[in-house]
Structures are given as C-alpha cells and as structure tokens.
C-alpha cells in the first residue's frame, strides 16, 4: 500500500532547513511544511508565519488543520513549552523530547546531578545563588582561565571564559540577577559532539561530528552558538570511541529509561577530548546547529522512512546507510555577532551556487515583497562542502563561501584545517 506522510518542522534556522532538505527528498512526503521557516526552506516547503510555534495548542490546531502525520519539535522554546506533549496526547506523531527531558538541557545543575547518578564521566564545576559568595570564590583566583556558564542558557550569552577575573566577575554578576551561574577550570582538547536517534527503547548513533564555538580563528574570540562542524572526525580513535560508548552513551541512555526521560526524536552528547579520554559537558536532545548541516547530508536512508521507524519503535531492525564522504559546514554570521544582532541587510547569492558537492543552507533570513533575500539575525547561511576527506570537503566549502556576499559579512577561515588527514 502506498504512504503518503505529510510533515510540520517547528523552526527557522539551518538547522530547520537541512531537516527540511532532507525531508524533502523522501519519496513518501507528499507535504512539507516549516513554522516559521526561512527563505531558504520556502524554495522546498511551506512556510507558515502566522503560528507562534512555542504555543503547543496552536502547533496543535495546525497540525490538526494541515492533516499532518509528523510533527518535528525541532526548538528549544517548543520542548520547553510543552509542544510534544500536547502534540501525543492529541494523537499526532512528535518528533521530539518531552519538556521534561529537556530539563537535561535547560538546566545544567539536573543534567549534572543526573550525571553523577549514572557515574558519567563530566568536567568538574562550582555553583553559586548567591553574588557575594560567587566573588568571593573568584578574586583568590586572579588570572586563572576559567569558564563561567549560565545554569539556564539563555538567547546567545549563555558561556564567557577569560583570564580577565573582572571581566568574569562582571559576567556572573549579570547573570545572577535571574540565574544560577556554574564555573569551571578550562581545559584543553577538541570538541566532539554525538547524536543518535532515539525511539523510546532503540537507538541508532550518527557518525561524530566537531563544532566550533569560538568567533575568531584558532579557537579565538567570543563563543558563539556555532560558526562551524566537520563530520566525520578522523582523529578521533577506535578506542577512545569505544569508551565513549561503554562509559558515557549507553549509561545516559539507560539512565534515561530508569528516569522515565525516554521520547522519539534524537539526543545529542558535547564531549571534550583529551588525551586522558573523553568527558561529558552537557546534553542536548535536538540536532545541534551548525552539527546538523554536516550530518544529515551523510545520511543515504530514506528520511521518511527513518521518521515512520522512530515513531513505531522500530529502530533496532531499521538499517541506516551512510555515505562514505566528509562534509565542512561554514557558517556566515552578520556583523556584531555575537554580542548584538545585525541589522537586515540584503543578500547576493551566485546564481549557479550551489552545484555539486556544496550545499546552502539559510539560517538567519527572509523575503520581502520585493523578492530580495535579507539578512534576518545573526548566523545567517552554513555552506557545506562534500568531499572524500575533510580536506577536499573543505576546498568545496570554501569555494562555496565566495558565491554568498552582503555587507558585514563574516566567517572563520580555518573550519576542519586542524582535522586535515596527514
């Protein structure tokens, strides 16, 4: 018999673009739509404007008038708000975590707790309510590097690390009129982030990817949400890899189904690699971003398919084919990044870009009536190159990077370089 599956994406970045891409080209998607959306996911589905996506009655009411079959909670606000959880209880398919699984990643003293609970390997941390005694923590610890992160992240200032304890003290300070705020020792090693789709009781692991949070190259500047992701690693050994999975991946999952946080959708791990091994700094469960633009494009699978295993809990019989390629994802941020967001500005894009073994994916941007693509924020396009290797990949990237001008424009020049493959 054949099936036709029509889909709601709840978000408007790359990342809600590259899951529409890839819904896309499923031969059982008769409808494809994206709330809010961008220009870039007009060019493949319709986009719906008219909705607040965070308002799981409204998401509810959509999905009911659009007949829709699979609902993919791809924002945090939307977990946060319940979205998934009135999604199931009116009988339409989420593709997402439950507001209470995303305490694992709204609130990083629950996530760390529940780490300790299933001895999960993870960075060490101080906490504190109380500015007095946060500073007073602080000051004997003059030009120490340390990293002081939100408890609850919140819009894009959510970690600040420095030598500057001024600075440092000044940030908490801030951050503890609404928050709690956690400090940690830096340290050194390269990021690594693992995301596997889940079922409630199966899961299937994507190939590992690594981000980029620092603006500037060579790890420099400011964090930022994102300015770039390679997948897969190469560096990264069998045996570490192995730990990973033994002391780290199938602990949370398990801990997972003993804590009643099991939903359909996909979790995601951020590690830090030392030479020691891995630790854990913190959950996720959604794609990350850029992570899901180096991802998804390696995936053969139908993705429609995938979407109807997850919701029947299938996943342990479904077989995933991967592509064998590398792929490079640079994104191109507006001017003032991160610390303020641009003003809209418009867009050129190369007429014949992308072409082969590149991919555009908007971020931050949208269409006025006068047909012109605009600027809309502050990471506003990820290009991804397709390659044998990482080094190939990111020729294609940044080849890709040359099609796409608008004033402010700016990007990191050295995205996968200290992967490349001797």
């Known amino acids: 018999m054949e099936v036709h599956v029509k889909v709601l994406i709840l978000g408007s970045g790359a990342k809600a673009h590259a899951m529409a891409w890839a819904l896309d080209k499923s031969h059982l998607i008769t409808g494809l739509y994206v709330a809010p959306g961008n220009s870039g996911t007009a060019e493949i589905a319709e986009n719906i404007d008219s909705i607040n996506p965070d308002d799981p009655s409204a998401v509810v009411e959509l999905c009911k008038k659009l007949s829709i079959d699979h609902c993919v909670v791809g924002t945090a606000t939307a977990q946060h708000s319940g979205v998934v959880e009135a999604l199931v209880e009116a009988g339409i ?4 975590a439950t507001s209470k699984a995303a305490q694992l990643e709204q609130d990083r003293l629950y996530a760390r707790s529940f780490m300790q609970k299933y001895k999960i390997p993870t960075t060490a941390v ?5 500015f007095d005694q946060y500073k007073q923590y602080m000051e004997p610890h003059q030009g120490e590097h340390l990293v002081v992160k939100r408890n609850r992240p919140f819009s894009n200032l959510n970690v600040f690390d420095s030598t500057d304890t001024n600075r440092l003290i000044e940030f908490g300070r801030q951050v503890l009129e609404n928050n709690t705020v956690l400090v940690e020792q830096f340290e050194t090693g390269y990021n690594l982030t693992i995301s596997a789709f889940i079922d409630g009781d199966n899961h299937i692991i ?17 964090i930022t949400n994102g300015m770039g992701a390679i997948c897969p690693v190469p560096i990264l050994s069998e045996k570490t890899y192995s730990k990973i999975l033994t002391e780290i991946i199938e602990p949370t999952f398990e801990g997972l189904k003993q804590e009643g946080l099991s939903y359909k959708g996909v979790f995601f791990f951020s590690l830090l690699i030392q030479e020691s091994g891995a630790k854990l700094t913190s959950y996720h469960v959604k794609l990350g971003n850029p992570e899901a633009q180096v991802i998804l494009p390696l995936i053969k699978s139908d993705f429609g398919n995938l979407l109807r295993a997850i ?14 390629k590398s792929a490079v994802g640079v994104v191109i941020a507006g001017e003032g990044y991160p610390e303020r967001m641009p003003e809209p500005v418009v867009v050129q894009i190369d007429s014949v870009y992308p072409q082969r073994n590149s991919l555009l994916f908007h971020g931050a941007t949208h269409k006025n009536g006068d047909g012109h693509v605009y600027t809309n924020g502050g990471r506003c396009f990820t290009v991804v190159g397709i390659g044998d290797n990482i080094v190939k990949a990111n020729t294609h990237a940044y080849d890709g990077i040359q099609r796409i001008s608008f004033p402010g424009a700016w990007n990191r020049k050295d995205i996968g370089n200290k992967f490349f493959e001797e």
Not at 126 to 130: G, I, N, P, R, T
Not at 210 to 222: F, M
Request: charged share 20%.
């Open 126 to 130: 101080e906490d504190f309510s109380e």
């Open 311 to 324: 919701e029947n809990g299938t996943l342990g019989q479904f077989h995933l084919e991967l592509s064998n």
């Open 206 to 222: 994507l190939p590992p990817a690594s981000d980029y949070t620092k603006a500037l190259d060579n790890d420099t500047g400011a």
């Open 93 to 96: 398919n989420a593709f997402g």
